[in-house]
């Protein structure tokens, strides 16, 4: 954050780290690194790649930032 108050900078990162905690982290036990980290690369590309999201207009993030010719 930048200064006191000022909770709404990192609003969308806070929602994305409440996410994957609640809905992959928890759900979920490694007992080693390697297989906690290809469970987190699984789980951000399901967010990317798969998930539609309200604040895109229903879109993917990867549909949405990537440019296809598409309009916005």
């Known amino acids: 954050m930048d200064g006191r108050g000022r909770a709404l900078d990192n609003i969308f990162v806070e929602r994305f780290w409440r996410t ?18 290809c469970g987190l690369r699984e ?4 967010c990317n790649d798969e998930r539609l999201h309200s604040s895109l207009n229903y879109r993917t993030p990867r549909e949405f930032f990537l ?5 916005r």
Not at 20 to 37: C, F, I, Q, S, T
Not at 43 to 46: A, E, F, Q, W
Not at 67 to 71: A, L, V
């Open 20 to 37: 994957l905690k609640y809905e992959w982290l928890y759900l979920n036990d490694y007992e080693r690194v390697r297989d906690l980290r």
């Open 67 to 71: 440019p296809t010719g598409r309009d």
């Open 43 to 46: 789980s951000m590309d399901v």
